[in-house]
């Protein structure tokens, strides 16, 4: 492990050494947050019990739709929109601002519309993460060097060809970035959505432990969240960083 | 065909290339009218100032623009908005692909026009042999220096075994040193490959080096304003800038070219006291 990660790791073990020693000295009531320890065994028994594993399914199996929708409806918008320079021109406002509308607002909507189910859930992560999708799709085309199309155009490359080899592998930095923002998002739309209302998920359980008061088992499922999204942006994370390397490495 | 036209590889007849201007503004006039005849495996090399239309030019002769008048030939064919086979080019900026390896870049070309594996290998290697890259095969363009990455870029078009190289200002991003020694490699490339080569260069010496004749281009819009046959040997390196031929060739271009490049940096009323 290099000295950065060293470092990291010791932040996170130190911040959860705090909270441990916070709550077991009492001086986090147990009503408000329990020791990080409580929440890693409680975790284990709910897992062992397999009183959950209906609700990962569920809600797991709803985060990767929305992140595989969001990152191919992105990229095949994001080819059209930057094919397509006038209506580029039209929609930027609309990018630029996305963000600071709070799509949130249209759930009770999809839910009117498509009831309680795992559609609604699906189009308000689709729409959370695709837009990100798209600016970065755009903002990869855009940095494309132009003595690529020239290459592309020497070697006497049709169009799709040239998309596939030259232009997609030259923006594959920026698109990567997309694809981690559609990730975050995609997670941080479903638990959101299901925590609002749905009938089933991790998200719908989490607000049912809180209803509950049963903080055993809304922070043991809370941490498997934090878990499953660790890992994967860790593993998102290493992938950008090896695929850096090889375009910037050290010179010999 | 008489002798002389079998000679005569690829010819511009009076082309000329006018862009169109953006918004309000008036066409800009970039190219000609300009003639030439390029002849078989000779090495021709064209200075000229800035923004003259040197790039314009070799663009039009590789099909990558169409020239707005005239007629461009390659081999006796018409050569127009599309790259004719045959051609290769290198261009001044890094045009190696950092997401492949040094051997993969190279072979790009041959695997996409259906060259078989074991003649795609074969092609490669000696490549990259010839361009002093064999050790670094398997290395990335991000861990080589710029001359390396510019060998890769000249690799990857000596496999397709161009008869007619055009080298866009390659060694523009250089240092002085650095040059000398890929002009030695151009020179040897040459030599061993029989192409024609045409080269678009800001450099004065490296034009007097390399090429057999040298033509000097006038501010925009670019015409010849004179070809010197340099008269160099075939077999030649970078050591001839010793020969007192050489300082006379680079004086002659720069006495053709200061009054040009002052009309191209917009000092055109000091050309005539610089002309005397």
């Known amino acids: ?252 | 065909m008489n002798a002389v036209a079998r000679d005569i590889h690829a010819q511009l007849s009076a082309v000329t290339r006018i862009f169109p201007g953006a918004g309000n503004q008036p066409p800009v006039n970039a190219l000609g009218p300009i003639d030439l005849d390029l002849r078989k495996g000779e090495f021709f090399a064209i200075v000229g100032p800035s923004g003259c239309g040197k790039s314009t030019f070799l663009e039009v002769l590789a099909g990558l623009q169409r020239p707005t008048a005239g007629t461009v030939t390659f081999e006796g064919k018409p050569v127009s908005g599309e790259v004719a086979e045959g051609i290769g080019v290198v261009f001044q900026e890094d045009a190696s692909f950092p997401w492949l390896t040094v051997w993969d870049n190279a072979a790009f070309g041959l695997r996409r026009s259906g060259v078989a594996d074991a003649e795609v290998r074969r092609r490669v290697d000696d490549a990259l042999a010839f361009m002093g890259l064999k050790d670094f095969a398997r290395a990335y363009p991000s861990q080589l220096s710029g001359g390396m990455r510019q060998r890769v870029c000249i690799s990857r078009t000596l496999v397709l075994q161009p008869r007619l190289i055009l080298l866009d200002e390659p060694f523009g991003a250089l240092d002085a040193q650095t040059r000398l020694l890929m002009g030695d490699e151009v020179l040897r490339l040459w030599r061993s490959t029989g192409a024609t080569v045409l080269l678009i260069t800001h450099a004065l010496d490296e034009a007097a080096m390399l090429a057999d004749r040298v033509g000097a281009m006038s501010a925009r819009p670019g015409r010849f304003i004179e070809i010197i046959d340099t008269g160099w040997p075939r077999e030649r390196d970078s050591k001839i800038v010793a020969e007192p031929a050489f300082g006379e060739i680079t004086g002659r271009l720069w006495d053709r070219l200061r009054g040009e490049s002052l009309k191209a940096l917009g000092h055109a009323g000091m050309t005539t006291t610089a002309a005397g």
């Open chain 1, 1 to 252: 492990m290099t000295r950065v990660g060293l470092i990291r790791l010791a932040v996170i073990v130190a911040m959860i050494g705090a909270l441990e020693l916070a709550c077991q000295t009492g001086l986090i009531r147990h009503q408000t947050i329990i020791a990080p320890s409580e929440m890693a065994t409680s975790l284990y028994a709910l897992l062992a019990s397999g009183a959950i594993n209906a609700d990962i399914e569920r809600t797991l199996g709803i985060i990767v739709i929305v992140i595989a929708v969001s990152i191919a409806l992105g990229f095949a918008l994001g080819l059209v929109i930057h094919a397509l320079p006038r209506l580029r021109e039209a929609l930027d406002p609309l990018f630029a601002t996305y963000y600071a509308v709070p799509i949130f607002i249209f759930y009770p909507v999809l839910i009117a519309i498509f009831g309680l189910s795992p559609i609604p859930i699906v189009l308000i992560g689709v729409a959370t993460a695709v837009v990100a999708m798209i600016i970065a799709t755009l903002n990869g085309l855009d940095r494309v060097p132009r003595v690529l199309t020239k290459v592309a155009r020497v070697h006497r490359l049709d169009a799709v060809t040239a998309a596939m080899t030259l232009q997609l592998p030259a923006a594959a930095p920026y698109l990567f970035t997309g694809v981690k923002l559609s990730v975050s998002y995609g997670f941080i739309a479903v638990i959101a959505a299901e925590f609002i209302l749905s009938p089933a998920g991790l998200g719908r359980d989490i607000a049912d432990a809180y209803s509950d008061f049963n903080n055993r088992r809304m922070y043991a499922l809370i941490l498997f969240l934090l878990i499953v999204a660790t890992v994967v942006n860790t593993v998102l994370h290493a992938l950008d960083v090896r695929w850096a390397e090889r375009r910037s490495g050290g010179r010999t």
